[in-house]
């Protein structure tokens, strides 16, 4: 990828290791890195305008998330996520949001439901005009993180913190599946936002199962069961 191409200005403030991982992760969800692309260190690293030890520690950070594949001898590449990637992250993102809504009834504040309505409504009001596939999965990430942060549980949002970028990368493809996606993603919002506010605890869980389970329907069909990884 030609470097004018790339869309990074140079990382300001915060560790400068963390903040090439903010705008490595966003350019690789934005899609001006493709599945496979090599992610040379010198060349990112003459982008950013910064040496190659944070460029080593941010893609060894999107590795842990999932994001980059580091292989030996050969250099960091976009990963490119199988059918087993997404049965794991979706079983896996189940069972952290079933605990999610769970203490998310418990201790969400008036506050933290208008920041999620306000979402809904985001959604609902993009309906006419078109929803971009980026700001469907943008919207439904912002969602879901207030869910987690509405918790008051550290260690839980954390996890959602490293799962939420490859959640992102499947948000898209769903996106690009399924053309109704957009009226559904505000119904099942707004369903599970209404079981949350009302503290009933069986209909959230149920309603996120269907939520969780219409998600990875919609993923799956562009993933043949054999498709694998370009973790090998």
């Known amino acids: 990828m030609p470097s004018e191409e790339l869309a990074l200005s140079p990382p300001v403030n915060r560790s400068l ?14 899609g ?24 080593r520690e941010a893609l060894n950070q999107l590795e842990r998330e999932g994001l980059v594949i580091i292989r030996r001898n050969r250099g960091a590449f976009v990963a490119r996520l199988s059918r087993e990637d997404v049965d794991e992250v979706y079983s896996l993102r ?4 079933k605990l999610a809504v769970r203490l998310a009834i418990q201790n969400a504040t008036l506050t ?4 999620m309505q306000a979402i809904i409504d985001t959604m609902a009001s993009y309906l006419e005009r078109g929803l971009t596939e980026q700001e469907g999965a943008e919207l439904d990430v912002q969602f879901h993180d207030i869910v987690y942060r509405s918790t ?7 996890f959602w913190e490293n799962l939420r970028p490859q959640i992102h990368i499947f948000l898209l493809s769903r996106a690009a ?9 505000v119904e099942s919002h ?7 506010r009302d503290k009933d605890e069986a209909r959230a869980i149920a309603t996120l199962e269907d939520h969780i389970r219409g998600a990875y329907d919609r993923v799956i069909k562009i993933y043949s069961p054999t498709s694998k990884s370009n973790s090998a």
Do not use: C, M, N, W
């Open 112 to 115: 933290d439901f208008d920041e």
């Open 17 to 30: 290791a963390d903040e090439v991982v903010v705008r490595l992760r966003k350019a690789i969800l934005s």
């Open 190 to 196: 707004q369903a599970l936002l209404d079981a949350i």
């Open 152 to 158: 008051g549980h550290k260690r839980l949002y954390g």
């Open 32 to 55: 001006q890195f493709e599945p496979d692309e090599r992610l040379g260190e010198q060349f990112l690293a003459e982008t950013l305008e910064v040496s190659r030890g944070p460029i």
């Open 177 to 185: 599946a399924d053309s109704d996606f957009r009226q559904y993603a």
């Open 94 to 97: 189940l069972a952290l949001e």
